[in-house]
């Protein structure tokens, strides 16, 4: 039996993180909280009782490394038990973690250090050339190696007495920096609270119980592991496969292998699965999130081999929990979602609006950036997501695009989403991006990225003009098509699209 969500009253006496995970520690000890497979296929199982020991080992750790009450400790591991270790101990410490990508350049990790100066940095072992050169940025800070293949977790265990301090809901508890799919990354500062609601409401929404299990293959220094499948077992005492990182041939054995039941994918992944992988005979999976929207008949064939059908949602890193899920009943594959219960959302001029507390039910700010933070919410109150929708009479939200995703071709508004839509149906074509390219006489026009369904009989050009010329306006008409092996992708699978265009722009 899962524990009673909060009411109405979260905004007036909200729980703090450390403190929903030391409930559940009490009321489920002897359940399984995380079972880790090792890349070599062997496995790790922690109850809640013996991870909750592991993380008083390990924030003795943490105190030695220097980290303290409102401190910081940056995180570029892949998915690890050192990663959730590092997580609910600093937490716990009344400390907060900066997750970064692993695989990140030396400018790019410099620029995460350098802006948040943590006390105390984790990075795989065969990556720390790279680590230690971004490190430079902060001097003194202390430098821990994870070996990734092998389990380090009582190398981070510690010695020192550990005061564990009183959270304030309130207090920083990350700074997740945003996926950079339109420019420079942002800060966002998450809170103790937002954890909380982030689990809650996820948690209610997928009707989590502990008997459930989450199998996790998205990397976990992302909102999606954290928000929605980490926050939500946490807050129902039920159990997490951890996967080292998503493989697409493996996904489904995955499932299989280790009974989960839940599950968390994007659209990328998804279409990844289908592309390489086939039936596998165990699968039972009774709930799968996803986001971003893949074609009807990938949906069904999908749904077939998962044994559930998916639920798509919305959210992002500022919404804390997804703000938009398709109902258990009846999902409908190319809606983002009706408003999930205990989320308040409107669509105000095309533009999905997101209300809510900063700090509680919303993101707390944009680090070090009052100015942005402030840019991003209306005059009175809602946050701006930048992202546009249409609602139908059922509740339904249908994504229209980013702002910068309609185009202005010759006065008239052209949806680069509808365009996609369109080639995406081709049968020769695994997906498709489109972009908008300056025109002398048009202002604009569409130009095209498309990724063969097979590589080694990709569609020509003119037949996919043709394509288009069939079912488009003139006016949304990709002007150009370019083949492309892959789409540039962020590492949970939103295109770059900044890169395309500036691809489009240079032709």
């Known amino acids: 039996m899962s524990p009673e969500p909060p009411d109405n ?134 430098i821990t190696e994870v070996n990734e293949d092998r389990g380090s977790i009582d190398a981070l265990r510690g010695n020192a007495r550990v005061d564990w301090p009183e959270p304030d809901p309130r207090d920083r508890a990350a700074v997740m920096f945003t996926s950079g799919t339109t ?54 005492g039920a159990s997490v496969a951890l996967m080292p990182a998503f493989s697409a041939r493996g996904f489904l054995f995955q499932a299989a292998r280790h009974r989960a039941t839940c599950a968390s994918l994007f659209a990328a992944p998804m279409r990844m699965i289908l592309a390489r992988g086939a039936p596998v005979e165990g699968v039972a999976l009774r709930h799968c999130w996803y986001a971003q929207t893949i074609a009807d008949d990938q949906y069904e064939t999908l749904a077939a081999w998962l044994g559930c059908r998916p639920r798509q949602l919305y959210g992002m890193t500022e919404t804390i929990p997804a703000v938009l899920t398709e109902p258990a009943a009846n999902p409908v594959p190319s809606s983002m979602g009706q408003v999930t219960p205990g989320c308040r959302v409107i669509v105000r001029d095309g533009e999905i609006l997101v209300g809510g507390e900063p700090g509680l039910t919303l993101f707390a700010s944009y680090l070090d950036d009052p100015g942005t933070t402030g840019d991003s919410f209306t005059a009175d109150g809602w946050f701006r997501t930048g992202d546009r929708a249409r609602v139908d009479a059922g509740g339904r939200h249908y994504f229209a695009g980013r702002h910068n995703d309609v185009l202005k071709v010759s006065g008239e508004n052209v949806s680069v989403v509808e365009v996609e839509l369109v080639l995406a149906a081709h049968t020769s074509v695994l997906e498709a991006a489109v972009v908008g390219a300056p025109d002398p006489v048009r202002d604009e026009v569409p130009v095209a990225f498309v990724v063969p369904a097979d590589p080694a009989r990709p569609p020509s050009v003119e037949e996919l003009s043709s394509w288009c010329r069939e079912r488009l306006a003139k006016s949304k008409q990709p002007r150009s098509f370019t083949l492309l092996d892959e789409l540039p992708r962020t590492s949970v699978g939103k295109i770059r699209k900044f890169l395309l265009k500036q691809k489009a722009e240079s032709v």
Request: with cysteine.
């Open 9 to 142: 009253s979260f905004v007036s006496s909200p729980p703090a993180f450390a403190d929903m995970w030391r409930g559940t520690v009490d009321r489920h000890p002897d359940a399984v909280f995380l079972v880790f497979e090792r890349p070599d296929g062997t496995t790790a199982t922690w109850t809640y009782e013996q991870f909750d020991t592991v993380v008083g080992g390990v924030a003795a750790g943490l105190v030695e490394r220097g980290v303290a009450p409102g401190g910081a400790v940056h995180l570029a591991l892949t998915n690890t038990p050192e990663f959730v270790a590092i997580w609910l101990a600093a937490n716990r410490l009344g400390a907060w973690i900066v997750p970064s990508d692993p695989t990140s350049k030396a400018p790019e990790l410099a620029d995460h250090l350098g802006r948040t100066r943590p006390q105390a940095g984790f990075c795989a072992l065969d990556r720390a050339d790279v680590y230690r050169r971004a490190a430079a940025a902060v001097p003194g800070m202390a």
């Open 183 to 236: 420019g420079r990354p942002k800060g966002v500062e998450v809170t103790q609270a937002n954890y909380a609601f982030s689990g809650w409401v996820m948690g209610e929404r997928a009707g989590l119980v502990p008997d459930d299990r989450q199998l996790v293959v998205l990397p976990l220094f992302h909102a999606n592991a954290q928000y929605y499948s980490f926050a939500a077992a946490i807050w129902a």
